[in-house]
């Protein structure tokens, strides 16, 4: 579709110019690309922004400074009208071909030499991965409104300040898809992206049904409806990846369920679909009670929000890969955690 190919075109010269750029052009860059109510959303501790001075001074200044030089290395990129039905307040509407919003996902790595601090986590003159998941809006040539995810939590990692118990899964550089065609770059037949987003939307249905019954134990045979068997789950520092519908749950899902309590599903700000590639984020997808035991941690009675980023590969009839971001240090911060906070004071003379 022509808008889709449009907004691509538009966050590929963002994402050029945003990489190339030194720290001082960043501020002229991102007001070049955006609109003049420019909404931006990340993760702890930069939350949401609004206009370009404030994203350039509070995210991409930092970012750019702590690592140099920046590179992008995207792995999954595609394009797609927002499916979520929309409550009154959101700024998000589904996209049209006429000059409507078009949402735009890229997944993948920034890696750099780890120089300069960055959230106080000290620099190690290495190589360093950053895991990233972007969602940008397009309206009017312009992008209205973007959501950054990424795995800070591994960067600590990387840099030997793991702060959290042992992950129940596996930590590692995840790979891009098996199929190595993530990158949409041209039309994709839409009768393939409506087959994907309709059996996303049946997955999101079957944990919203979970979630309701307080089935924490849920048998393999529930999740093959819509999982290959030799699925892979990407899942965030702090929690790991897995390999296999029956590794997936010994190693994240009965943790995640039977330690999370009275779980909410509050909904997405976008998700759609393009090829066979699916993706939305929430803020918040989730909200809970920590039980205890997940992540490690004690329980408590305070509740606390997920904002959830979900990447999917179909094949066939279905899901074969998922890449999964959460800010898990705003979930820790709202139950009195600051993870940054506490490295910073152990670091201290």
Not at 47 to 65: K, N, S, V
Request: proline content about 6%; charged content about 20%.
């Amino acid at each position: 579709m022509p808008a889709f190919q449009n907004a691509k075109q538009l966050v590929l010269q963002f994402h050029d110019a945003i990489d190339a750029a030194d720290r001082n052009m960043l501020p002229s860059i991102l007001d070049e690309y955006t609109s003049e109510d420019y909404l931006w959303r990340g993760m702890h501790p930069f939350y949401e922004q609004h206009g370009a001075e404030a994203t350039a001074r509070i995210f991409w200044q930092p970012l750019h400074d702590a690592f140099s030089p920046l590179q992008r290395r995207p792995d999954i990129f595609l394009a797609g009208d927002n499916v979520v039905d929309q409550d009154a307040g959101s700024r998000s509407v589904t996209g049209a071909d006429n000059g409507d919003k078009v949402w735009v996902c890229s997944m993948g790595h920034f890696f750099g030499l780890f120089d300069q601090p960055w959230l106080g986590i000290p620099p190690t003159g290495k190589m360093v991965f950053l895991r990233y998941a972007e969602f940008n809006c397009v309206q009017n040539n312009k992008i209205t409104e973007s959501a950054f995810f990424c795995d800070i939590i591994g960067v600590m990692h990387q840099a030997g300040h793991y702060p959290l118990p042992p992950q129940t899964g596996a930590f590692f550089m995840h790979p891009g898809p098996r199929t190595h065609d993530g990158l949409l770059l041209t039309e994709q037949d839409p009768a393939e992206g409506a087959i994907t987003m309709d059996l996303v939307n049946r997955m999101v249905d079957d944990l919203s049904e979970l979630n309701k019954s307080g089935d924490d134990n849920c048998p393999p045979e529930l999740l093959a409806r819509r999982w290959s068997e030799d699925m892979i789950w990407y899942g965030p520092a702090g929690i790991g990846a897995t390999y296999t519908i029956k590794r997936y749950q010994k190693q994240h899902q009965y943790p995640f369920r039977e330690n999370l309590r009275d779980k909410v599903f509050n909904g997405h700000v976008t998700r759609f679909s393009e090829g066979n590639y699916a993706c939305f984020f929430g803020w918040a997808n989730l909200t809970n009670t920590a039980g205890g035991g997940f992540l490690g941690m004690t329980g408590n009675d305070t509740r606390a929000d997920m904002r959830v980023v979900d990447v999917y590969r179909r094949e066939g009839d279905k899901l074969a890969e998922n890449w999964v971001f959460i800010d898990l240090l705003h979930y820790l911060s709202m139950q009195g955690l600051d993870v940054l906070d506490r490295l910073k004071r152990s670091l201290l003379p």
